[in-house]
């Protein structure tokens, strides 16, 4: 029988590394998946989500209030994520080259296409929409990526980021539309 996330949080707090390797085992990919789409690049992702389990690790004894451990972790790996972005100066480098995605990622990826033709409009699609991301600040891109992207609701998001849900209503509604006016404007010069 497989332990539920608070019965290995109990765990952790009280001290036994399994069920810390075990936590991490469960969410690694899915604080890897939200790096790479916030930061771009296989390198950060990585350093992300090394350094939101090691963030983790040295808390553990303040995790005792923690009532929905998925979303305090990711809370961690979002801020260290708009940490790196500021370190660039908002100037997000996206990778153009698939290629550096890890083989499961591509293999993952690969399983959704079916075509050629429909394989080569997504990878056009997907990179104008990585760039107008790359465009928006970190807030409303980390807001648009955790509701549109993760599936996050916007009281989930308010708890993540620390912020009112007003705000997260706010900073999805500014980078929808302008995502929306910059896909417009891209895919309207491509044709």
Partial sequence: MTETTPELLKRFIEGDASAF???VERFQKRVYYLAFQMLGNHLDADEVVQESFVRIYKRRK????????????TRVATNYSIDLLRKRKGHSQMLDDSDSL???????L??????PDVQFRNKVLMEEIRRALATLPPRQKITALLHDVEGYTKSEIADILGCPEATVRSNLH???KKLKKILEKRLADKE
Wanted: hydrophobic share 40%; net charge neutral.
């Fill in 21 to 23: 390797a075990d936590l």
């Fill in 110 to 115: 690969s399983r959704k296409v079916r075509t």
């Fill in 62 to 73: 303040d995790l005792a209030g923690v009532t929905n451990f998925p979303s305090f972790l």
């Fill in 102 to 108: 890890p083989g499961e990622v591509q293999v993952e």
């Fill in 174 to 176: 500014i980078a929808r």
